[in-house]
């Protein structure tokens, strides 16, 4: 069974940082690009970062890009986001999402996620 | 950036009835175009991808249509649990872009 699993949310300061981490299991994680999507309280679905197999490209939103970092360990079925320089609106659920194909280039939509992790940008 | 525009807002249907739910796009995104259902406290599920593809295990009377710029997911006999929001994703071009998401509701 597929699963993915968040973790590393919580609650920080505006300019903060926080690393969060999900840890893939029932599937070969090296084979699949992954992703990070959020979601604001009450608001719609936001893409946020995709890293491919080999972490042979990445890919940001602009609301994150210099801010973000997206890795993987596949060693450790591990995908991560690094956060820094926070602010009030990156206040979201952050989900973890695999890529539905294996390809190389595979066409990114997302067809298992996580349950996703609360991150809070609060003074 | 390619906009996504979703129509209606909500959706009122009868049990039974067809939901229609409509999805724009800025510019051309072709086929890639996916839907997505997400009830309260759940993550994200795909149930339709490259416009009209099916998912694992979605039924068939969820059934998706279009090309270019509109686009249509369309639910036949509605049911109770079809009650949530839906959303469409372009991934034509970076970035990868959602639409604002319509509520089915259940009359």
Known sequence: ???????????????GSLRLS??????????????????????????????????????????????????????????YLQMNSLRVEDTALFYCARVRETRQ????HFDYWGQGILVTVSS | EIVMTQSPGTLSVSPGERA???CRASRTVSNNLAWYQQKPGQPPR??????STRATDI????????SGTEFTLTINSLQSEDSALYYCQQ????????GGGTKVEIK
């Open chain 1, 1 to 15: 069974e597929v699963q993915l699993v968040e973790s590393g949310g919580g609650l920080v300061k505006p300019g």
């Open chain 1, 22 to 79: 999900c840890a893939a299991s029932g599937f070969t994680f090296s084979s699949y690009s992954m992703n990070w999507v959020r979601q604001a309280p009450g608001k719609g679905l936001e893409w946020v970062a995709s890293i491919g197999t080999s972490s042979s490209y990445i890919y940001y939103a602009d609301s994150v890009k210099g801010r973000f970092t997206i890795s993987r360990d596949d060693a450790k079925n591990s995908l």
């Open chain 1, 105 to 108: 280039y595979p066409s990114f």
């Open chain 2, 20 to 22: 229609t739910l409509s």
């Open chain 2, 46 to 51: 795909l149930l339709i991808y490259d416009t």
């Open chain 2, 59 to 66: 039924p068939a009377r969820f059934s998706g249509s279009g």
């Open chain 2, 91 to 98: 991934y034509n071009n970076w970035p990868l872009t959602f």
